[in-house]
């Protein structure tokens, strides 16, 4: 993109602030894509990474195991209802690509060969390999691969903002829900429904209405569907629950967990599975029931070991408890933000805003500016002195998670502001 022709040097990070080559602080308004939990430069995660690296700094998990990654699957199990293995890889996309083969596998490791197709939801997101854009379709961004990716059934989502004409929320949510029933009742050709937790994130933060996850849940359960979940970036607090498919009350088959695993400091995810799924794959070598699946970094020990010191971090300062407790501060700003007049809608749930901004409240058309809105927003929320990126015409909120309140306040005060001063560039 030629509005990109150079870009600014990150040297340094500092709790919530990054700090440029020249000096320039801003606030990573973005938790460096929804992954950073501490904040940069925290010295426990570093000496976690620094002791590690100095025993082992990789070795395969092909025919071996490590000390970190053995310790990680027993604290991921620990705090994953219904799970009981886990399968690692070193980016979301991915774990997702592992969940739908483990889905897609596990018809036929027990023989059923009709299961083969695989329901979604609109406007869902799982990553940029070819299996994630097949199940998180989202038109502008995979447009032009249409072709290439495998065909998905897809459900529409409740969007309270953008409802279809004469359906109230529940109205459409059980709408929805009846569409969803209606298909799985038919042919038993479904093998697994794959959804984001809690809610879609660059799908343009759709925060789902009560029981619609819980509610799909048990329709895989009535219909023998499995139910996967991609937690990779709803789940480890972002939503304000550890694990949200807690909260939404929806036990998975599969799950998938990265980002904020290792605090945001190392790339790692992992897949996660019910016994049901895990024997499915156990038999003698010639029953070819295993899954053929390992990327070269799987299992990192460096990436582990910090894994483990974040994770027991969450608990030493009781985190979910404290994002519970600072995320109340973007309520007190909700109305702010709603009366400007760009803003067409702000969502908001645990430590995620999004706000949609339209150039008719009425119409809710969305907004255009002359150079793309994420150039704009970024040229003037640094200007402000924060990192902003927007995903289309909403702009996300997704800091740090341990971030302080006087620090989420600066950072919304520094928002509104920007859109104030963004408004003109908008047509
Ligand atoms: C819900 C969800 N799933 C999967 C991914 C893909 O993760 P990664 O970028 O680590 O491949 C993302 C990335 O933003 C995501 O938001």
Redesign the pocket.
Known sequence: MREWSSFDTISKGKGIWLIDAKGNKIIDAVGS???NVWGHSNPQLIKAITKQSKQIQHSSLFNLTNEPVERLAKNLIKISPGMNKVFYSD??????EIAIKMALQYWKNIGDTKKTQIATIEN??????FG?MSV?YVPEFFGKFKKQLFSTIQFPVPNEYRLPKGFSLSDYQNHCLEKIEKRFSKNNDIAAFIM?SGA???GGVIIYPKGFQKKISELCKKYNILFVL?????GFGRLGSMVQYQDQKSIPDIV?Y??MLTGGYL?M?ATLANKKIYDSFSGDFNDWKHLFHGHTYTGNPIAAAVANENLQMYEKHNLIKKVQKTSKIFENYSQEILDIDIVGDVRHKGMLMGIELVSNKKRKTPIRTKKSINKVFFEEGKKQGIYLRTLGNIVMLVPPLSIQENELELLIKKTIKTIQIAKSKTF
């Open positions: 894509m929804w992954c980016n979301g996309s991915s774990a997702m869902g997101y799982h990553g940029d390999t994630a998180g984001e879609q994130m660059a991609d937690e990779i970036a709803t998938a990265g980002k790339t995810a």
